[in-house]
C-alpha cells in the first residue's frame, strides 16, 4: 500500500505521518509513506525527525499540476492536509489563502481523478460553518464561513464535494474542532500562550476572552481521520470533535495553572475582525463507526505544555524568525 500525504510537514499531517510510520494504524501497516509539503513558514521537516528515513519527501506545492500528475499515480491513499490556516494571516493577506485552500484542493482531487486514486480524505475544519450560539453543527448544517480562512476551507470542501458526485471520485471530508498538541507551530493559541509565559512575555487575549473553542488533541484528530480513511463514504462529511468545550477565558486558565503563571501575564487586546462566538460539533455519525475521543483535556494540555518546556530548540528558533 502506498500513501500520500500532502502537506506532512505541517503540524497535524506531521502527527498523522508519525503516528502511521510508527504502527498506530494497524490497517495500513508496512504502507510506503510520500510526504508532499512546499515547506512555508508553518512546514518544518523537523517535524519529522522522529520518522527520519521512512518516508519519500517531495519539496513541491500543491497547485503545481504537472509536480501533481507525477507524484499521485500509484499512491492508494492521497489525505490532503495541506493548508493555510491561521485566521489572523487571512485577514492581512487572503490570497494566499484562496489559492492553497480552493486551486490547491482543486488541482489534488483533479490528479486524483486522473490517477484513478482508489481513496482520497479532505482535512477540514468546523470554522466553514461559522459560528453557532447554542447546540451543536450536524455534517449537513448550512456553510456560513467568516473569515478569509474560514470561506477558502469551505471553497476547497464544495469542490470535493462535487468532485465526488460529478466524477464519482471516492472522496471524503473530514472537520474537527480546535487542535492542540506538540509540533503546533507557535502563532496558534496554545503554543503562543506557553512559549510567551515561559519566555517571560503577555498572553494576549482577544476582546472579552468569552469566546468559545471545542479542543481535539491533535492524535484523536489523526484517528478520527484515519478511520474515515478507511471507512468513509464518497462525498460524505464526518466530524471529529474533541472533548473540551470552553472559553478562551477558561483555556487560559489551564495553561497559567500547568506553568504557575498568574493572570498578570494576560494582556486584552482588540478583538479579532468578524471574531466567530462558538464552534461546536456534533460527531455522532463518526462514533457509530467507533470513534471516542482517548485523550482528556486535562491529561492533553499537562503532556501538551511538557513537550514544549522540554522543546525550547524547536519552537524558538520559529519565534525568533524574521
Not at 65 to 78: C, F, I, K, Q, R
Not at 100 to 127: F, H, I, K, W, Y
Not at 151 to 172: E, I
Not at 213 to 221: E, G
Request: glycine share 10%; net charge negative; hydrophobic share 40%.
Amino acid at each position: 500500500m502506498r500513501i500520500l500525504v500532502t502537506g506532512g510537514a505541517g503540524f497535524i499531517g506531521s502527527h498523522y505521518v508519525r503516528t502511521l510510520l510508527g504502527g498506530g494504524f494497524p490497517a495500513y501497516a508496512g504502507a510506503e509513506v510520500t510526504v508532499l509539503d512546499r515547506l512555508t513558514y508553518a512546514g518544518n521537516l523537523a517535524n519529522l525527525e522522529p520518522v527520519d528515513g521512512g518516508y519519500t519527501f517531495v519539496h513541491g506545492d500543491v497547485c503545481d499540476a504537472e509536480l501533481l500528475a507525477e507524484v499521485v499515480p500509484g499512491h492508494d491513499v492521497v489525505l490532503n492536509f495541506a493548508a493555510e490556516s491561521h485566521v489572523d494571516r487571512s485577514i492581512e493577506g487572503p490570497s494566499a489563502f484562496v489559492r492553497t485552500n480552493v486551486l490547491g484542493t482543486q488541482t489534488v482531487l483533479q490528479a486524483c481523478l486522473e490517477a484513478a486514486v482508489p481513496r482520497v480524505v479532505q482535512v477540514s475544519t468546523d470554522e466553514v460553518y461559522g459560528s453557532i450560539e447554542q447546540g451543536s453543527w450536524a455534517e449537513d448544517a448550512p456553510l456560513l464561513p467568516r473569515s478569509p480562512y474560514s470561506a477558502a476551507k469551505a471553497g476547497g470542501d464544495l469542490l470535493a464535494r462535487a468532485y465526488a458526485v460529478t466524477h464519482g471520485l471516492p472522496v471524503s471530508i473530514t472537520r474537527c474542532g480546535n487542535n492542540y498538541g506538540p509540533y503546533q507551530f507557535p502563532e496558534k493559541a496554545v503554543p503562543l500562550f506557553v512559549t510567551n509565559i515561559l519566555e517571560g512575555r503577555a498572553i494576549p487575549m482577544y476582546g472579552d476572552g468569552e469566546n468559545v473553542r471545542d479542543w481535539v488533541h491533535v492524535d484523536d484528530h489523526c484517528r478520527g481521520i484515519q478511520l474515515v480513511a478507511e471507512r468513509g463514504e464518497p462525498g460524505e462529511v464526518y466530524h471529529i470533535a474533541g472533548t473540551a468545550e470552553m472559553t478562551n477565558l477558561e483555556l487560559i486558565g489551564h495553561i497559567l495553572a500547568e506553568l504557575d503563571a498568574d493572570w498578570s501575564t494576560v494582556e486584552r487586546v482588540p478583538d479579532r475582525k468578524g471574531h466567530d462566538r462558538r464552534y461546536s460539533l456534533d460527531d455522532s455519525k463518526l462514533r457509530g463507526m467507533g470513534y471516542a475521543p482517548a485523550t482528556g483535556f486535562e491529561e492533553g494540555i499537562a503532556a501538551t505544555v511538557r513537550w514544549y518546556a522540554d522543546n525550547p530548540s524547536w519552537w524558538k528558533p520559529l519565534k525568533d524568525a524574521p
